[in-house]
């Protein structure tokens, strides 16, 4: 009867699971009652066994109850109870922070498969990922644990970026498990940018699934969060329209533009517009330009080949005029512009009040010059605007053009919420279902090395009987292994 016993003993190891601290041998054991009955009833006695260091091991008592309790067994066994990690988000938000400090902590995207391994080499990180552009700064990571895991980002983000920690810790925001998915899922959808429902924040939660391939650290429940987040995005923009009559940064940096300009200018003479930076923002902002009619523009930037490839793509057969000049006529063109855009990555104000002072004619009719920076961190010094005939307009300016239509992205962000609540409830139900599938499978492995165990060991107590076939394959074999399924 070992056998019998044996099972039973697998048997209440994955009835009980990891919350029980009954003990396997005790009649008040709410599995073992009718099951231990019968069992005594039949052999007097029952068989507990214990699996310690991938050892099976027999511990037989008489009427004795074992001091090893099933939260014991399953401790001992593969670590079936270990806690399970802690996902969190680390941020810095123009929310809720100066641009200056966004700028010092920004991360290129170039340098996020560094990062995370930098991060994971910490003591508490398990996983990591990072998303950085000129509005928000996120390190989104899987901790052992919370406290210990925000300090050690904490740290971090201060090394990096020469920023201390105690002024990181006033303008930093923490989320953890379901509030930290939300907010992820959010930023994708486009309820968390300055400009409701913009379109490019979809697509640098892309790029951080895409820079993560193959790095050490972008494991598999950081992953399957930001995957998740895409297409929680994708819903949102599919099912509420958001994106319609929503401006990206760059769409409303060129909206900011006209709406600032065209009061103050003869409507019937198109403004002379310089770009400052061929880069993605740039790139956008050439193309919102066109969008909107510009017919000629003159585009700043280290090389030529950006801007021709821009041109090459744009594809106007000659309607638009993109004319290339190099960062040394940088100043010579902006005294020539109504518009100025600045979106470069430089760490530097390539702008400061002496040098446009100095570039500016000193009569110029009372002409108006727009500033629009929306680089992170600035490109122009604010002291520029202190400056007759100069406007600077930043990233925090595009707060105007967000309040233009409030009430209908009022309407859409209500209806994009309800479908984050449905996605978030349904990642979490999937994350817990996966975070159970390795605890049922070492148990059902456990409850076979038990099967195994029994079966071999009734098998060779049938020593003196003659079986002609293989016992293992004989449908005697079979018939032992049902009836005990059975129990």
Not at 104 to 128: D, F, G, M, T
Not at 191 to 208: P, R, T, W, Y
Request: net charge neutral.
């Amino acid at each position: 009867m070992a056998f019998v016993n044996g099972f039973a003993t697998s048997f209440a190891v994955a009835k009980i699971g990891v919350d029980s601290s009954y003990d396997l041998n005790s009649t008040s054991c709410p599995c073992f009652r009718s099951r231990c009955g019968r069992v005594n009833s039949r052999c007097g006695r029952v068989n507990s066994l214990v699996y310690t260091h991938s050892r099976l091991v027999e511990k037989e008592s008489s009427g004795v109850q074992s001091s090893v309790s099933a939260l014991e067994l399953l401790e001992t066994s593969d670590r079936y109870t270990k806690k399970s990690s802690s996902v969190m988000v680390i941020g810095l938000s123009v929310h809720s922070t100066p641009v200056e400090v966004c700028g010092k902590v920004s991360i290129p995207e170039s340098e996020w498969p560094q990062a995370i391994r930098e991060l994971c080499s910490l003591n508490h990180i398990e996983e990591a990922a990072v998303l950085s552009n000129c509005n928000r700064i996120e390190i989104y990571v899987v901790a052992l644990s919370q406290n210990r895991g925000v300090k050690e980002v904490t740290e971090w983000m201060s090394k990096y970026s020469g920023v201390s920690v105690t002024e990181l810790r006033q303008h930093r925001f923490l989320l953890y498990n379901n509030d930290a998915t939300q907010h992820l899922f959010e930023v994708a959808a486009g309820l968390d940018s300055l400009v409701l429902g913009e379109g490019q924040i979809l697509a640098q939660v892309k790029q951080v699934v895409k820079n993560g391939q193959g790095v050490p650290g972008f494991g598999r429940k950081i992953s399957e969060l930001f995957k998740h987040a895409i297409t929680a995005g994708k819903r949102v923009r599919t099912d509420t329209n958001i994106s319609s009559g929503s401006v990206s940064v760059s769409s409303a940096a060129v909206e900011l533009a006209l709406l600032k300009h065209l009061p103050d200018q003869d409507s019937s003479m198109p403004p002379r517009v310089l770009i400052v930076g061929a880069g993605k923002m740039g790139k956008l902002v050439i193309r919102h330009l066109v969008a909107k009619g510009c017919k000629k523009m003159v585009v700043v930037n280290r090389t030529r080949d950006r801007v021709t490839a821009i041109r090459e793509e744009l594809s106007t057969d000659g309607a638009v005029i993109i004319e290339y000049k190099p960062f040394s006529e940088m100043l010579s063109c902006a005294a020539q512009a109504d518009v100025i855009f600045t979106c470069t990555s430089s760490k530097d104000p390539l702008f400061v009040k002496e040098s446009v002072q100095a570039a500016l004619p000193s009569e110029d009719g009372g002409r108006t010059r727009l500033f629009v920076d929306i680089s992170v961190p600035w490109n122009v010094e604010s002291s520029v605007s202190e400056l007759e005939g100069a406007c600077v307009y930043n990233v925090d300016n595009l707060k105007e053009v967000v309040e233009s239509n409030k009430e209908d992205r009022s309407r859409k962000k209500m209806e994009a919420e309800s479908i984050i609540a449905e996605e978030v409830k349904q990642f979490e139900a999937l994350k817990d279902s996966l975070e159970t599938v390795p605890t049922i499978k070492k148990l059902r492995a456990y409850a076979e090395r038990i099967r195994v165990a029994e079966v071999e060991k009734c098998l060779s107590k049938m020593g003196d009987v003659d079986i002609s076939e293989n016992p293992r394959n004989s449908k005697q074999a079979a018939t032992w292994t049902n009836a005990a399924s059975e129990m």
